[in-house]
């Protein structure tokens, strides 16, 4: 019987866990956290992808992955931001993420201080937009319907917010370039709550 429920417990944790992941979407879509960037893994049309940054400071790409119904990863080349990375790690979770219908991604530049929003389709990434982070330092974001937030570490740190039109491009919400709880605390990832009333950052 006690064994009965943690097996329930675990279980009903680990659909909590599933609510509250705004990426998990149909087309599908899942985080996971390897190094530096975390990667999205998506599905358009019966594809299966998964994401990840590559960082370099000569220039940032996404590097794409084909994934099999085995979850085999094949390397499927990398795809441009037009922006710079930091190089090294960002210390982050969130630096790549799938629009809710898995028709957009969106990646950090943290080097160019900007955002990339690329179109995903069943030939692949295309480059839609590039916009400035509203701060210094981009590792984070996170998306809801059709507003999206950025966690920039730079300076003094803060969040800026966005709203993303038909074509993937971004607007700056007017007042939405709010501080952090300080200076020097750390942030690492920005998060919205399932019904898009409250953001989350992790300092």
Known sequence: MTKHLAFLALATAALAACEQ???????????????????????????????????QVAGNAVAVFDRAADGTLTAAGTIATGGTGAGGGLGSQGAVALSDDGRRLFAVNAGSNDVSVFSVGPAGLSLASRTASGGALPISLTVHGNALYVLNAGGAGNISGFTVGTTGELTPIPGSIQPLSGTNVGPAQVSVSPDGRRLVVTE
């Open 21 to 55: 992941n705004r990426a998990v979407t149909n087309p599908t879509a899942s985080l996971e956290t390897p190094l530096e960037a975390q990667r999205a893994d998506g599905a358009l049309d019966g594809q299966r992808a998964v994401y990840t940054l590559t960082n």
